[in-house]
């Protein structure tokens, strides 16, 4: 890979047989790539953060049906789709707060719904769960465009943006939310600098952000976390643009934990706030960002780095991975069937009413 075919760069590949996913645990010191063949398989990479980033964890989970389905045909012919509730169950449960996973899920039951009796799965499963990833794609693309255009040649404040966690071609079908719509503001020249926020305690900004903004040759700063008010204060920066895994009816948007604190200064500094996301990351069924599932993961991410501890042994740790941005802190939301400003629930509703990819 040359670092121009990052542009086209996919994390996610299938090979007909099984789906390769690029170990996202193990960079940015080594490029490793795994193979699975089954469901659990998959369940266990999303968990264990093997592949991670809403759009991404969806697309793998799609798969997963695909590869659980074929196993279970093979099992038993005519009782297939039901042994396959089982594996949908499990892939659900590999993380919760991303909306993705279970968007890309439904999908895959519908799939199966049409699926007749003694067809093989690949009938209809497959052809959705490629259908998945590749409007993915296309929807980062759109949103490269639409987001570029709020980014004007002569911003106010400055030529340069920030990041938060890792939005890009890693998190995603390829190019990135926040991340395209940087990739497609350079090109037009429209910024000079990224800064990214390094991401406690995974680390997404250091090590998979800063790693896709190299290889295209994106002049980026890594920063800590808490330099975030420092930086908005002292340096030209005009948007703050993040992602999202789950965004409410009302416009509430979760995300990495952090991106809540970015909005509150972003207003501070007035710095504009753009969120960037696919409709697949909408939850109409939710009202508002209170009633979104936040995960927890191990306390032992906080308190040690690459397996040596940094806190006294046994000390408690509270380690929650997103947090909620009330909408009213969100100056615009993009997404691949347009941009949402100052987001409220008749705007999503009108938003969620347009034709689109999804
Ligand atoms: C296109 S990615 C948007 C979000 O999924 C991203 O910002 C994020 O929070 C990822 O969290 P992660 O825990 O790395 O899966």
Redesign the pocket.
């Known amino acids: 890979m040359t670092a121009h075919d990052l542009d086209t760069f996919q994390a996610i590949e299938w090979t007909g047989e099984s789906l390769r996913l690029l170990d996202q645990r193990y960079l940015p010191q080594k490029e490793v790539y795994l193979e699975y063949t089954d469901a659990q398989g998959l369940v266990d990479a999303i968990r264990n953060?093997v592949v991670?980033?809403?759009?991404a964890?969806g697309i793998t989970a799609a798969y997963g049906v695909v590869l659980a389905a074929r196993q279970r045909y093979a099992e038993d012919i005519e009782r297939w789709p039901l042994l396959l509730e089982q594996d949908l169950q499990a892939l659900a449960e590999s993380r919760p707060t991303?909306v993705n996973l279970f968007w890309a899920l439904d999908n895959m039951r519908r799939a199966l719904a049409q699926t007749q009796f003694g067809q093989h799965p690949d009938t209809f499963l497959l052809p959705e769960a490629q259908r998945i990833h590749e409007t993915d794609l296309q929807a980062n693309k759109a949103m490269g465009d639409l987001g570029a255009n709020l980014i004007s040649k002569h911003q106010e404040n400055g030529r340069c943006v920030m990041t938060h966690?890792?939005?890009g071609a890693l998190?995603?079908g390829g190019y990135?939310?926040a991340l395209g719509v940087i990739r497609s503001a350079w090109k037009r020249g429209l910024i000079d600098r990224v800064y990214a926020n390094e991401t406690r305690p995974?680390w997404?900004g250091a090590r998979l952000t800063a790693w896709e903004l190299m290889r295209e040759r994106i002049p980026v700063s890594l920063n800590v976390d808490s330099a975030v008010s420092h930086i908005l204060k002292t340096q030209p920066i005009s948007w703050i643009l993040?992602?999202?895994?789950r965004i409410t009816a009302n416009g509430d948007v979760a995300?990495?934990i952090g991106t809540y604190n970015l909005a509150v200064q972003a207003l501070h500094h007035e710095v504009g706030f753009m969120v960037v996301a696919p409709t697949s990351t909408i939850d109409f069924n939710l009202n508002s960002g209170e009633d979104i599932p936040i995960e927890e993961r191990s306390g032992e991410e906080l308190t040690s780095v690459l397996g040596q501890p940094i806190a006294p042994e046994g000390v408690e740790a509270y380690n929650p991975?997103?947090d909620v941005t009330p909408a009213e802190l969100v100056d615009v939301i993009v997404t691949e069937k347009g941009i949402v400003r100052r987001p409220n629930k008749e705007k999503m509703a009108r938003l969620m009413s347009k034709q689109g990819l999804h």
């Open positions: 953060m991670r980033g809403a759009p964890i991303a966690c890792n939005t998190a995603t990135g939310t995974w997404q993040v992602g999202a895994d995300n990495k991975v997103f």
